[in-house]
């Protein structure tokens, strides 16, 4: 049985941040950082060091403000980028200390792609097997490399 890992999902996620801030063309290094660190779950062996970090970072995704500078940029947009981002960041977050809930953590990315305007269908490359568990093992460098082929085809119709 197929089923998409917590990893997978925030991977995905910050393909669909990423593909809106294309479409908005938007730029800023604390976007790109966020956009990393949920990139940066599908490989590391301490989930909870990850999660650390993550909340060390400038934009965390866990309803602190949004940095000035991106603020002004998005305009109008600010309540949707907020939307998406802690929907992004709520797919690992809201599994690290409580019940795993994958129902939950699939609610989470597909309220993040809703926000991103993007198709929340995975494609099979992020399936995992019902024996990888709900985070999931770290991945390959092979399929981080799929991952990131597919994430870069994402397109938001913002």
Known sequence: M?????????FRASGAIEAWCRARKL???SVAEFCAGLRELATTSDVVGWNEGMNSLELTGLGDPVPQSVAQELGDALDRFEEMIQSAREISASQMFGDEDRGEAV???????????????LPKIFA?????GFWGESVS????????KA??????QE
């Open 107 to 121: 609610r989470f990315f597909t309220a993040t792609c809703r926000s991103a305007m993007v198709d929340s269908r």
């Open 27 to 29: 730029s800023s290094c």
């Open 141 to 148: 460098d092979q399929l981080l490399s799929e991952w990131n």
């Open 2 to 10: 197929k089923l998409f890992t917590v990893r997978a999902l925030s």
């Open 128 to 132: 995992g097997s019902s024996v990888d």
């Open 151 to 156: 994430n870069r085809t994402m397109v938001s």
